[in-house]
């Protein structure tokens, strides 16, 4: 099968100098599921009968820049133009212990989509837009249709982030359920999500949550007893309205609502150290765990920011605290305003006898009377307030 392509030049490039130095090269992966499906490309990678040591001497000839990002594995990055594209040799697994793999280099095509973990991330393309799919993956993504490479319980021996993986797609692609079988595999190898690293967990959770469909995913991942690996924890989905989640896209606020349902008080420190989130993420979450409810959202403005308030409107209306109307009308006040700035500053209060640590107390006082106005009360009539309380 042969498709119109939308390819940029620097990848055409690439493939060009491979192909003048004795090498083929095919686009592979998620780019090329992501062209059929139509959409926006983020990483092209690319798969080259070269070995990695032929591939870094065509482009160096070439003036090109590379980085090892993982030669034990046959895998290079190539800068061109400033953008980063990967170039991985064909390759095979000789060994697989569910987290590593140890891979031998090969010049068959088939081989190496073999060792990918679904179908329709095992297809390739190449810059003439001939589609080379050897295990039915085009007719996989066309029917919305996650179907593993190969028998599944196998397949995620060799790596058990493929069960994330599974629901990943699940919410991002998938129109039908996942198999019995898959589901079968997931549940029965669930316990080595263990041996993952945190980081490999936060990527692909990160991704899931970030999909529109997320809700309804995690709910098919709490019923095979995933979730309770993965968060420590067990979501009620009681007071969730799946249709309204579908709205947040973003996978802070969703990750958020998640924890601020759980069936008991959870541990966000086990979060952080179990998924190495960062400190900002971490903050933002503890904040978004704190707010309740909202009933001015120019108040949250000025306590939250833009960014806070947004994910926590976002969060409240699936909690079914917002109604769809104040759901748009919140918004728009926050689409329509910036955000206030508190209009004291410590040095404003020294002249009026303030010191040390009683300036911070005052601040926090008056900030507070500040915000309760919805931020209307000016400098002026908070230093006198600031004036009158010093008088008693």
Not at 23 to 29: P, S
Not at 219 to 243: G, N
Not at 252 to 270: D, G, K, M, Q
Not at 299 to 321: M, S
Request: net charge positive; hydrophobic share 35%; glycine share 4%.
């Amino acid at each position: 099968m042969k498709v119109e392509t939308s390819w940029t030049e620097d990848p055409k490039t690439l493939v060009q100098i491979i192909r003048n130095n004795g090498g083929e090269a095919r686009f592979v992966g998620g780019c090329v599921r992501d062209q059929l499906l139509g959409r926006k490309i983020s990483d092209i990678d690319l798969a080259t009968t070269l070995k990695p040591e032929e591939t870094i001497r065509a482009l160096k000839t070439n003036g090109l820049v590379t980085i090892p990002t993982g030669l034990k594995h046959g895998t290079l990055t190539v800068l061109i133009n400033s953008r980063p594209i990967e170039i991985t040799t064909l390759r095979q697994d000789l060994h697989c212990d569910g987290r590593h793999a140890t891979v031998s280099f090969t010049d068959n095509w088939k081989n190496d989509a073999q060792r990918r973990d679904f179908t329709f991330n095992a297809m390739y393309m190449d810059i003439e837009g001939n589609i080379h799919d050897y295990f039915s993956g085009l007719e996989d993504l066309r029917n919305r249709r996650l179907k593993f490479v190969g028998e599944p319980h196998q397949r995620i021996k060799e790596d058990y982030l493929r069960i994330l993986r599974a629901f990943r797609f699940q919410a991002s692609i998938c129109e039908t359920p996942l198999s019995e079988e898959i589901l079968h595999a997931c549940t029965k190898h669930r316990k080595n999500i263990s041996s993952l690293s945190g980081e490999r967990i936060q990527g692909e959770m990160f991704k899931l949550l970030s999909y529109t469909d997320f809700l309804s995913t995690v709910f098919t991942m709490q019923e095979a007893k995933i979730i309770d690996e993965v968060l420590s924890a067990k979501v009620s989905f009681s007071r969730l309205d799946c249709e309204k989640s579908r709205l947040i896209q973003d996978h802070i606020a969703a990750l958020a609502l998640l924890i601020r349902n759980t069936e008991s008080r959870y541990n966000l420190e086990w979060l952080y150290s179990r998924w190495k989130i960062s400190k900002k993420v971490y903050q933002a979450i503890s904040i978004l765990l704190e707010e309740k409810e909202m009933h001015c959202p120019k108040k949250t403005l000025a306590k939250l920011g833009n960014e806070l308030t947004r994910k926590l409107i976002k969060i409240l209306h699936t909690e079914n605290k917002l109604t769809s109307m104040q759901h748009n009308d919140f918004m728009s006040v926050i689409n329509n305003s910036e955000t206030p700035i508190f209009p004291i500053m410590g040095r404003d209060l020294i002249p009026l006898g303030y010191t040390g640590p009683e300036i911070g107390k005052k601040l926090k006082q008056l900030e507070y009377l500040w915000r309760e106005s919805s931020c209307t009360l000016s400098k002026d009539a908070l230093l006198l307030m600031a004036i009158k309380k010093q008088a008693n």
